[in-house]
């Protein structure tokens, strides 16, 4: 049985995922409001105010990078 979840996020999720991958220079992102709804998903959490990409972020991120590359297109 498999525990694999599609989530169907929004480019700009997607973005904001993706810039987790590196460490974030001035501590903060842009849009809050992104990061919030990736924390609800359990894709991010908040440590010391810094946000992290959780192992599902990650699992999430690397499975959609197919739809990604759908996405600049």
């Not at 990078?65 to 759908?70: F, P």
Request: proline share 5%; net charge positive.
């Amino acid at each position: 049985m498999s525990n694999d979840v599609d989530f169907d996020l929004s480019p700009d999720q997607w973005e904001t995922l993706r810039a987790l991958r590196n460490p974030v220079s001035n501590g903060r992102l842009s849009k809050a409001y992104l990061l919030e709804s990736l924390v609800k998903l359990d894709l991010v959490v908040i440590n010391g105010g810094v946000p992290a990409m959780t192992p599902t972020g990650r699992k999430v991120l690397v499975r959609g990078s197919c739809r990604l590359l759908d996405v600049t297109a």
